[in-house]
C-alpha cells in the first residue's frame, strides 16, 4: 500500500516540484491567495527549493517582474526547473539576519515572507513545539520587526496604533503584505497566533490536504498586514 506522504511525493514529483512541500504551498494558495503576480517574495528555509519553483511560477510572465529570495542555513542548488533569473537563494541563519541585511537583499520589502523551516524532530512533542515556535517567531521579527514582541505595542480602540509604536522597527513585510509561518503545533502557539492579529486583518490557520494527517504541522497565516513603516 502506498502511503499518504509517499502519494504525495509522487504527485509532486510528477509535476516537477523537488519536493511534496510545493503542493502544500500550491493549497495554501488556492484558499488564501497569498502571492500575486510580480510580488517580491522572501522565502525561509528554502531548501531543497520547491517553494522557490511555486513561488515563481506563480509571479507568473517575466514581464510582470518580482522577486523570490530564498534563505537557508543550508546550501540551496536552485532546482533546473520552475526557477527563472527572477529567483535567487542564499545560505544564512534567519537567526543571524538583521534589517540592514534584508534591507540591502531587497530594498522597499517583500509583498510575501514563507516561512517552512523546521529543525529535524526528535520525537519529543513539547521539544519539537518549542523549537518550531521559536523559528516561527524568527520569522514573524524578520516580517514585522521587533513590534511583534514589543510590550508598547498597542491598538487604539479605534483602530488606529498608538504613537510609541510607531518609533519601533518595521520589518521587511510591505503593508498589505501576507506573511506564512509553519509551526508544529503545541503551546504557546495560540498565543502567538494572537500577537499577530493587531498587524493583519485577518489571521488564520490552515493544515493543507499534502501535510501528513496525522502531523501537528500547522500554517499560521497572517494576511493583509496593516501598516508598513519605512525604517529609520
Ligand atoms: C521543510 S524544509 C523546507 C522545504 C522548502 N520549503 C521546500 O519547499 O523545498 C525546512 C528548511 O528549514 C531550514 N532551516 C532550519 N532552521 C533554519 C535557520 N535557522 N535558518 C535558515 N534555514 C533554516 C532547514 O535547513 C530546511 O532546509
Request: charged content about 25%; glycine content about 10%; proline content about 3%.
Amino acid at each position: 500500500m502506498v502511503r499518504w506522504q509517499d502519494h504525495v511525493g509522487l504527485l509532486a514529483k510528477a509535476q516537477g516540484y523537488v519536493a511534496r512541500s510545493a503542493l502544500k504551498l500550491l493549497q495554501l494558495q488556492d484558499k488564501h491567495r497569498i502571492i500575486q503576480q510580480g510580488d517580491r517574495i522572501l522565502d525561509l528555509g528554502c531548501s531543497p527549493g520547491a517553494w522557490l519553483q511555486v513561488a515563481c511560477k506563480l509571479l507568473g510572465d517575466a514581464k510582470n517582474g518580482g522577486r523570490v529570495m530564498g534563505i537557508d542555513i543550508k546550501e540551496t542548488a536552485l532546482p533546473l526547473s520552475g526557477c527563472d533569473e527572477r529567483v535567487e537563494a542564499i545560505k544564512a541563519d534567519v537567526r543571524d539576519l538583521t534589517a540592514e541585511d534584508l534591507d540591502f537583499l531587497c530594498p522597499g520589502g517583500f509583498e510575501v515572507v514563507l516561512s517552512d523551516m523546521c529543525h529535524n524532530t526528535t520525537g519529543n512533542a513539547m521539544l519539537d513545539g518549542a523549537r518550531s515556535l521559536e523559528l516561527g517567531q524568527m520569522a514573524a521579527e524578520v516580517a514585522l520587526g521587533r513590534e511583534l514582541n514589543d510590550d508598547r505595542t498597542d491598538v487604539t480602540s479605534s483602530g488606529s496604533l498608538s504613537h510609541a509604536e510607531q518609533q519601533v522597527p518595521a520589518g521587511c513585510l510591505r503593508q498589505h503584505g501576507n506573511l506564512v509561518i509553519k509551526l508544529l503545533q503545541g503551546s504557546g502557539s495560540e498565543l502567538f497566533a494572537k500577537q499577530l492579529q493587531p498587524h493583519f486583518k485577518k489571521v488564520a490557520w490552515m493544515q493543507p490536504e499534502a501535510s501528513r494527517r496525522a502531523s501537528r504541522e500547522m500554517y499560521l497565516l497572517g494576511l493583509r498586514r496593516r501598516r508598513f513603516l519605512q525604517p529609520g
